[in-house]
């Protein structure tokens, strides 16, 4: 099949949205000839990686609105905003190269990838083909009661978060990209409810918008459980932000009351100091190690030496973290929302309830202890966890899923009409 895929964000040996859609796109290539729209700003890693390795039908298509190529590297320093605008622009810029190409190729499905958030919209929706939108998140939330522990500046932004969604959801182009999707993939249940509520038609749940690709599984498979069994160590790995939850870590670990155990905290960002002022007046400074963000190896060689990976993120639809901790066979304790609660079962971690900052710290530190005093509980918690990324999370995996759907979809009755 001829497949023609949007992806804003796609560029080679990175995570998040980038890492997404280069890994998604290369799968989707294994079974179809695929033409990825995408930004310059992307351009010189993917024609750095292809100039190595040029993956069969594959073809990409550099695209930005008038010229303008967003610059990631004060990423940081401007507003969200400008990223959400020049993003929209680019998908209407978008439509109209894909109807160009449309002319010229005649695509069988249009499929978005990046960015995976349900309230924006893709014009490619408005092809004459079937479309599939997705995976995307985004509907998920901060529980109320857990604001009490915010900044103002966090405050400030979960409410213009919350705005944001709300003012997507009234966008026409929004319920115009939910009601005429063939499919909608959709990462978390909440997520699902919100595009029912729109108006889709078909909406498929799976597990995460992330992957794990067999080299980075073999990697991550052969790093060795720490044998030093004298000093349990917990590691959280992500920016330094607020909605990460980093602070419900430190808390519980401070109720622990393990005397031979470290914390370690991998990442950097604008919550940094708040959370060492807070392991400071916990007396736990000592135990608390923020090792800023460092390279990818060293990330690894980190995880290499911990036991348990904790990740209390209070709306993550799909963090690439707990896969990997699973992968390198480590148990993960998350809380029980958003992507996490999907990606941990009761056999790979623990899922903490998220009722109240008290409860789940409570929750959190009860789990940290049986962890720490038990050390078949996390080998047994480990291999499920490695057994679960193999079947269920690998790229190839994402891959054949989405053959699976092309090939469904193509067989269905085309005789509907759309705008375009």
């Not at 905003?81 to 020049?86: A, K, T």
């Not at 962890?371 to 995996?397: I, N, T, Y």
Request: hydrophobic letters at 40%; proline letters at 5%.
């Amino acid at each position: 099949m001829k497949v023609l895929v949007s992806a804003y964000a796609c560029e080679p040996g990175r995570g998040s949205e980038p890492g997404v859609g280069w890994n998604m796109v290369c799968q989707i290539a294994r079974d179809h000839k695929v033409w990825v729209l995408t930004s310059n700003t992307h351009r010189p890693a993917i024609e750095a990686e292809l100039a190595r390795h040029q993956p069969p039908n594959l073809n990409f298509v550099y695209l930005d609105p008038l010229g303008w190529v967003y610059d990631w590297s004060y990423e940081g320093k401007r507003s969200q905003w400008s990223v959400y605008l020049h993003y929209y622009l680019w998908q209407i810029w978008a439509y109209f190269v894909a109807r160009r190409l449309h002319k010229e190729i005649n695509f069988d499905v249009a499929h978005h990838i990046t960015y995976g958030r349900y309230s924006s919209p893709s014009f490619l929706v408005f092809l004459p083909v079937p479309f599939i939108w997705g995976p995307v998140g985004g509907a998920e939330s901060t529980p109320k009661p857990f604001w009490q522990d915010f900044s103002r500046r966090a405050k400030i932004y979960e409410t213009l978060r919350n705005l944001l969604r709300w003012v997507g959801e009234l966008d026409p182009f929004v319920h115009l990209t939910a009601r005429l999707s063939t499919a909608a993939i959709v990462t978390t249940p909440e997520t699902a409810t919100r595009l029912n509520v729109l108006g889709t038609k078909r909406i498929e749940v799976v597990p995460g918008q992330t992957g794990i690709n067999q080299q980075e599984f073999a990697r991550l498979e052969k790093l060795a459980i720490s044998t030093q069994e004298n000093i349990i160590r917990f590691v959280s790995i992500g920016r330094l932000l607020h909605w990460k939850g980093f602070h419900l870590g430190i808390k519980a670990f401070a109720q622990t009351g393990l005397e031979q155990s470290e914390y370690w905290i991998i990442g950097e960002g604008p919550e940094r100091k708040r959370l060492e002022e807070l392991a400071k007046q916990l007396g736990i400074s000592d135990k608390i190690f923020f090792l800023g963000k460092i390279s990818r190896e060293e990330t690894f060689r980190t995880l290499a030496n911990s036991h348990v990976v904790i990740h209390p993120a209070l709306h993550d639809f799909s963090p690439t973290v707990c896969l990997e901790a699973m992968a390198a066979k480590r148990p993960v304790i998350c809380l029980n929302l958003g992507g996490p609660a999907i990606q941990i079962t009761e056999e790979t971690g623990f899922k903490i309830h998220a009722q109240t900052p008290e409860q789940a710290v409570k929750d959190i530190s009860k789990a940290m202890r049986l962890l720490a005093q038990d050390p078949e509980l996390r080998l047994r918690m480990g291999q499920a966890g490695h057994k679960r990324v193999r079947e269920a999370f690998s790229w190839e995996s994402r891959g054949q899923f989405f053959a699976q759907l092309y090939k469904e979809i193509s067989t269905q009755d085309k005789s509907y009409v759309k705008l375009g």
